[in-house]
């Protein structure tokens, strides 16, 4: 705790206001963030965006690493001591903005085709920039981020446990998630109020098995973690037909009783995919 005290002290020294309203948490510790970053596999033929750099702690290890790297930062106050304290790169290419409102295709374009995302995402943001990211269609080839442990849980969450849900149905869709280190509160400054996991997201260039309607699977799996209490019988009643439903469940080997956390992610697809044949 001494250490997060006296780096706060530094940093409020030097100008910085650490704002909790954006979620900003910084990360000193120079050998973990190496490491975090060696875990990735980035390299200098591979470019880079980064959500979020603040002060450009981890923002000076991508550009030691990468051969390119967009960072994008919202608060207006920290970029010149992100500035500062990257000034030696030339490889940075520095935006203010939210990530949310950019033109996220257009900010992602000179970066080329299966680059990475690395990032100490901001907490109160989390779910909408994985779905944001995951939705995009843009060649992401892996996204390795810093979030709070509870979420990590749940992205990395099996069939039948409580964290399991639609956050771990759609991330292990469209990537292989796997835990790289648990960052334990007192490692920020800031220390936020719970542990984070830094996490590598290895996104898939296809589903895990063959998908017929991603959009109707996505539609199930929302309907189906949406009402946990009830069987899918009852909680898909407003997305596919009953009959339907009932004869592609028992196509699938499901009983009529089962409830959505117990499916698999390829068990929610060869459901979807067998109620899409019927529609």
């Known amino acids: 705790m001494k250490k997060s005290y006296d780096n706060a002290r530094r940093r409020e020294e030097s100008g910085i206001r650490y704002k909790h309203d954006l979620g900003q948490h910084f990360l000193y510790d120079d050998a973990l ?20 750099p603040g002060a450009g702690t981890l923002t000076k290890w991508l550009c030691e690493k ?22 030696k790169y030339d490889n940075l290419t520095i935006v203010e903005g939210d990530i949310r409102k950019l033109d996220l ?25 994985f779905e944001m990211l995951w939705e995009s269609g843009l060649p992401i080839r892996q996204i390795s981020v810093m979030i709070q442990k509870e979420v990590a849980d749940k992205l990395l969450a099996r069939p039948s446990t409580t964290a399991y849900g639609i956050l771990s149905v759609h991330c292990q869709f469209v990537s292989e998630p796997s835990l790289i280190q648990i960052v334990p509160a007192e490692c920020f400054t800031p220390p936020p109020k719970v542990d984070s996991a830094f996490v590598r997201l290895d996104m898939r260039s296809e589903p895990p098995v ?20 009830k069987t899918l019988t009852n909680a898909l009643k407003g997305v596919v037909d009953t009959e339907i439903l009932r004869s592609a469940m028992e196509e699938c080997g499901l009983a009529p009783t089962v409830r959505g956390e117990a499916l698999s992610v390829e068990e929610w697809i060869a459901l979807s ?7």
């Open 210 to 229: 063959p998908t017929v309607n991603e959009k109707l699977f996505m539609r199930m799996v929302k309907a189906g973690f949406g009402m946990r209490r």
């Open 66 to 87: 990468a051969g390119r790297v967009v960072s994008v930062e919202v608060d207006h106050d920290v970029i010149p001591f992100l500035k500062l304290a990257t000034e």
């Open 105 to 129: 295709r257009s900010l992602c374009e000179p970066l080329g085709d299966g680059f990475y995302v690395i990032a100490n995402i901001p907490y109160n943001i989390t779910t909408p920039i």
């Open 273 to 279: 995919n067998s109620c899409a044949a019927r529609l």
């Open 33 to 52: 963030l190496r490491s975090l970053v060696e875990a990735t596999g980035v390299g200098k033929d591979d470019c880079v965006l980064e959500i979020g």
